[in-house]
């Protein structure tokens, strides 16, 4: 449909799509087959339910089970990681293309550090070293335990468990800080990529260097970076697996959890696949809208 | 009053100031070390922190999401005992230990055995627990074994969970063998029942409860345990009062039974198999 749309070709079904078709069947069969017969193994799929929401068998009441709360922290990890990554981008962003040599040593110097060191040693660090100082001295965990209803209830609708805060809080600032070195070139790549005539054309009609970046420059910018910010964003929410490292309660650390406990190892991760491809196919989805929107905006 | 005689009353006054701010110090010195303690953190803040991670049945997720098994058992029996509550901080077993030291909880309570090279870091307590190795074997690749000895062979392939005393132990009885580590135990079972790795080493009763389940994939070439190891609660170092209180509370519940009661139910029995839906 779509094809037949953009090149004014119509698709139809040929020899070779079923020959091909036909043949990608078979070697899934035969894997298959190989496997069933060489992989000893139990299927059960009731395990991802029962872990996902729980039914109380006395009073009858559902719950959000394990699952369900690890779908909730990678939500909660993506959407506030996503936010602080974007802001720590831009600000660095134009940092990178500035005039003022101390402020593209700063952004440089971040970009570079950040980007040549392996994602678990910066996690292991800040974590252990920075932020077990830094917590305590703000005393965020003591005040949250004190915390009591509709502020508590904000608090663990928007971070989770009031218990494993610190460690949420770490690992999304790691997370942010990491994704955000990506987002800064992006950012950069974009406002470089935007035509010199450009910003001469703001000079000339006498607008601040601070206004044609706003008004000019970052509205062509960001349309252009919305495809690879998209990207990055998609990593950015693979990559929060890792801080299950360091104690923050995610699909990934919630789905480990659950396999060791009922030894159903197959069915928790093909679930824990499908519920990543999920969140992250439909940001892609949110990225090609997104994109033409803004596309036609421009024209 | 002549210089001598001076001289020597300030001398002794000195020394006797000195002496005094000394016992001072001394006294100073004991006050911190009690009130630095964390028993004296988790009595103020009314909260104790544990540092976690999951081995069957050590501590497990039961099916409503809740955190059962012995080690959990016995936690929770300490903070009522302290009357204080409790939180869990599940850790990956890698880095329990640095999260200890960087006072991300207050004590491990996680089936954690004591080895010179752990107690080099951290201080352990009296041990709650002990257990010892067994191995599940593949039935197709390697049947018929009947001793750890003979699993002492370049063609074997021996699986054990990283930063275990199962990977010392394959080291030790198995030093020709090809070790392969994994990071979650069911994987490495799954890959003996598989026949990828030959046999894997566990403590028990995780490899008696495997075979049990495998159909006659897998089964135990030795009955009785080897390379035992005892099990405490691992604290920072430097906090002794910390460690007399646990060892304290670790023999009274000894001594009246609750301990090895625990110990029976979760090791010996069977009727919390279906709070984790293994079936």
Request: proline share 4%; charged share 20%; aromatic share 12%.
């Amino acid at each position: 449909m779509r094809a037949s749309r953009g090149r004014g070709k119509t698709l139809r079904w040929g020899w070779l799509d079923v020959v091909l078709l036909g043949l990608i069947v078979l070697v899934g069969l035969y894997l298959w087959r190989r496997a069933a017969a060489e992989v000893f193994y139990r299927w059960d799929w009731s395990v991802v339910p029962e872990y996902l929401v729980y039914q109380n068998p006395e009073t009858g009441d559902w719950r959000a089970n394990l699952l369900m709360h690890g779908i909730y922290a990678t939500l909660r990890l993506a959407f506030w990681g996503t936010l602080i990554a974007l802001i720590i981008g831009v600000v660095m962003g134009c940092c990178r293309v500035s005039r003022n040599l101390f402020l593209r040593l700063v952004s440089r110097t971040y970009v570079e550090a950040t980007r040549n060191i392996p994602p678990l040693v910066i996690i292991f660090v800040v974590y252990f070293f920075v932020s077990s100082q830094i917590m305590p001295l703000l005393g965020i965990a003591d005040w949250v335990r004190h915390t009591e209803g509709a502020l508590r209830t904000v608090i663990e609708v928007s971070f989770g468990p009031t218990a494993l805060i610190e460690n949420f809080l770490s690992g999304l600032l790691v997370l942010a800080a990491f994704e955000a070195a990506y987002f800064t070139e992006i950012i950069r790549a974009g406002i470089q990529s935007v035509e010199k005539g450009q910003w001469e054309a703001g000079d000339s009609i006498g607008l601040s260097r601070f206004k044609v970046m706003r008004y000019v420059i970052m509205p062509q910018a960001i349309q252009r970076t919305i495809p690879p910010l998209a990207g990055q964003l998609i990593s950015l929410v693979k990559d929060s697996s890792m801080v299950s490292l360091i104690s923050v309660q995610d699909l990934t650390y919630s789905g480990t959890q659950v396999a060791i406990s009922t030894r159903k190892i197959f069915e928790i991760w093909i679930f824990i696949a499908v519920v990543y491809f999920v969140i992250c196919f439909s940001l892609s989805l949110v990225s090609r809208w997104l994109e033409r929107r803004m596309g036609r905006g421009l024209q | 009053m002549n210089t001598t005689k001076r001289t020597l009353i300030s001398l002794i006054a000195g020394v006797m100031l000195f002496g005094m701010t000394g016992a001072a110090w001394a006294q100073d010195t004991v006050n911190k070390l009690a009130s630095e303690s964390v028993i004296e953190t988790i009595k103020q803040r009314g909260v104790m922190r544990i540092g976690l991670d999951f081995f069957v049945p050590w501590a497990m997720r039961a099916k409503n999401g809740d955190f059962v098994g012995f080690e959990i058992d016995v936690a929770t029996k300490v903070a009522e005992d302290m009357g204080v509550e409790i939180e869990f901080v599940p850790t990956a077993w890698d880095g329990i230990i640095p999260a200890l030291l960087s006072g991300k909880f207050d004590v491990v309570i996680a089936g954690m055995s004591v080895t010179p090279q752990r107690h080099l870091r951290i201080n352990f307590t009296d041990p709650y627990a002990s257990s010892g190795m067994l191995i599940a074997a593949n039935s197709k690749t390697v049947p018929g074994l009947t001793r750890v000895s003979d699993f002492n062979n370049p063609n074997i392939t021996i699986g054990a969970k990283r930063g275990t005393t199962g990977v010392d132990s394959v080291m030790k009885q198995a030093p020709l063998a090809k070790l392969r580590q994994y990071d979650e135990e069911v994987v490495g079972m799954q890959d003996a029942i598989n026949g990828t790795i030959d046999a894997y080493f566990s403590s028990s009763p995780v490899p008696e409860r495997a075979v049990a389940s495998s159909e006659g994939r897998l089964y135990l070439p030795v009955q009785e345990t080897f390379d035992g190891s005892i099990e405490s609660f691992a604290v920072r170092k430097g906090d002794p009062d910390a460690i007399l209180f646990f060892n304290n509370w670790i023999r009274l519940r000894r001594h009246d039974g609750w301990l090895q009661e625990r110990h029976h139910y979760w090791f010996v029995g069977n009727d919390w198999a279906d709070q984790v839906d293994v079936k």
